[in-house]
């Protein structure tokens, strides 16, 4: 069965820091991968997604994510945080070709001034 | 609004009793499904439908619960005789098929269950 972990329960990071958050994923296949970001009273929100071609993906609001093979990970980066980038952050997984996401844990990022 | 909309946003109920959540999804989109959140968890998958066909259920649906989509639009997720472990939040999504495979769900911002 696929699963996803995300280490990290919470990070906290100042403001105008670099930041990134992990994710590892096990499946036996390379599936379709997937960051997504829930802010306080609203929805699940999509930032990027991977399904093939070049590692390094870019998203909304300046996220992005590299996805290496070697170590089953997707790891999600932002250059330079900002307080409207607290949430909580969701990494996914889906078989190639399926539409059902596995989702991680979560992790909650606090951002300090 | 053009989002995903779920009623109720919260529910409290007592243990035994039924509860019904409906979700409205984007008009276009005829992909629709169910995931619940407990605290400290991800979304875990429920249930979708391909318009108003059912085409994936979890194992997690046990068979208190029950999703329909009648004519392919709405949806109502029902849970029988509700227990204090189904207190979660449930949330809807929606997808157009193309964007069902790619993974892109539109996601509502949840009915939160609380059972007493």
């Known amino acids: 069965a696929q699963s996803v972990t995300q280490p990290d329960i919470h990070i906290t990071v100042s403001e105008g820091a670099s930041l990134e958050l992990r994710c590892n994923y096990s499946?036996?296949?390379?599936?379709?991968l997937f960051w997504y970001v829930q802010s306080p009273g609203q929805g699940l929100q999509l930032l990027l997604k991977?399904?093939?071609?070049?590692?390094l993906v870019q998203g909304i609001k300046g996220f992005e994510a590299e996805f290496k093979r070697s170590q089953s990970s997707f790891n999600l980066r932002k250059p330079s945080v900002h307080w409207s980038d607290a949430a909580e952050y969701f990494c996914?997984?889906?078989?190639?070709?399926?539409?059902?996401?596995?989702f991680g844990k979560g992790t909650m990022l606090l951002v300090s001034p | 609004d053009t989002g995903v909309s779920q009623n109720p946003r919260h529910k409290i109920t007592k243990r035994g009793q039924n509860v019904t959540f409906r979700c409205d999804p984007i008009?276009?989109?005829?992909?629709l499904y169910w995931y619940r959140q407990t605290l400290g968890q991800g979304p875990e998958f429920l249930t979708y439908?391909?318009?108003?066909?059912?085409?994936?259920k979890s194992r997690l649906l046990s068979d208190r619960f029950s999703a329909e989509r009648p004519k392919g639009s709405f949806s109502t997720l029902e849970i029988q005789r509700t227990e204090q472990g189904d207190s979660a939040m449930y949330l809807c999504?929606?997808?157009?098929?193309?964007?069902?495979?790619?993974?892109?769900?539109?996601f509502g911002e949840g009915s939160r269950l609380t059972v007493l």
């Open positions: 499946y036996g296949a390379t599936p379709y």
């Open positions: 439908f391909q318009n108003e066909a059912q085409l994936e």
């Open positions: 999504a929606s997808s157009p098929v193309g964007g069902a495979v790619t993974g892109e769900l539109f």
């Open positions: 991977y399904f093939s071609g070049d590692t």
């Open positions: 008009s276009e989109h005829n992909r």
């Open positions: 996914a997984v889906a078989p190639q070709g399926y539409s059902t996401l596995t």
